[in-house]
């Protein structure tokens, strides 16, 4: 399987800030991009998806964007509420490899 | 509870024992997979299977881990010769599929070797 590098590992943002986390992988036959979210002591879940066929895809406050050329898919916090506070991860679902995630902390 | 079940939840054994993780995945799922994951790191591929065929293993698994998925339903992912460095949290998921499509988690098993 390939790498999986998502970046910044950790992110601190003020509250109603937005928040990007970016992922880059190597392997040109993924075409599915997960991310999830996991609150301590909890199992990771998903929170917004994409696949290879899209650019772009929003849910509300959070966004996906995938640049097939150049091998990354980022996520987009918008207005963050203290309650996003997490660490996210990033997967490609053809390798099965996950991120080694960001420690996202919104301060109010 | 319909999602994915994993047991025992937390398991301390001491260095050199053997240990058996069991994953019921949801029902209809046909792909199940095993992840470790460690304090602040993501989850870890481990192997996974199609139905009770086990398609890959990561090759940073060593031959004391062991998986099965007998009948297509349940998985047990054994553990022998437990060493302090395999104390993480395993965690189970399933998919439906083809392999792109969401992955559910279990609550995971935390191990502990002492």
């Known amino acids: 399987g390939e790498n999986v590098e998502q970046h910044p590992s950790t992110l601190s943002v003020q509250e109603g800030d937005s928040a990007v986390i970016k992922c880059t992988y190597s392997?040109?036959?993924?075409?599915?991009f997960p991310w999830y979210k996991q609150e301590l002591g909890k199992r990771p879940q998903l929170i917004i998806d994409?696949?290879?066929?899209?650019g772009e895809k929003k849910d509300q406050r959070i966004a996906v964007t995938l640049n097939k050329t150049a091998k990354h898919f980022s996520l987009h916090i918008t207005e963050t509420q203290p309650e996003d506070s997490a660490v996210y991860f990033c997967?490609?679902?053809?390798?099965?490899?996950f991120g080694a995630g960001t420690r996202l902390t919104v301060k109010p | 509870d319909t999602g994915v079940s994993q047991d025992p939840r937390h398991k301390i054994t001491k260095r050199g024992q053997n240990v058996t993780f069991r994953c019921d995945p949801i029902?209809?799922?046909?792909?199940l997979y095993w992840y470790r994951q460690t304090l602040g790191q993501g989850p870890e591929f481990l192997t996974y299977?199609?139905?009770?065929?086990?398609?890959?293993k990561s090759r940073l698994l060593s031959d004391r881990f062991s998986a099965e998925r007998p009948k297509g339903s349940f998985s047990t992912l054994e553990i022998q010769r437990t060493e302090q460095g395999d104390s993480a949290m395993y965690l189970c998921?399933?998919?439906?599929?083809?392999?792109?499509?969401?992955?559910?988690f279990g609550e995971g098993s935390r191990l502990t070797v002492l």
């Open positions: 998921a399933s998919s439906a599929g083809r392999g792109t499509g969401e992955l559910f």
């Open positions: 392997d040109s036959a993924s075409n599915y």
């Open positions: 994409i696949r290879s066929n899209v």
């Open positions: 997967a490609v679902i053809y390798d099965m490899r």
């Open positions: 029902s209809e799922h046909n792909r």
């Open positions: 299977f199609q139905n009770e065929a086990q398609l890959e």
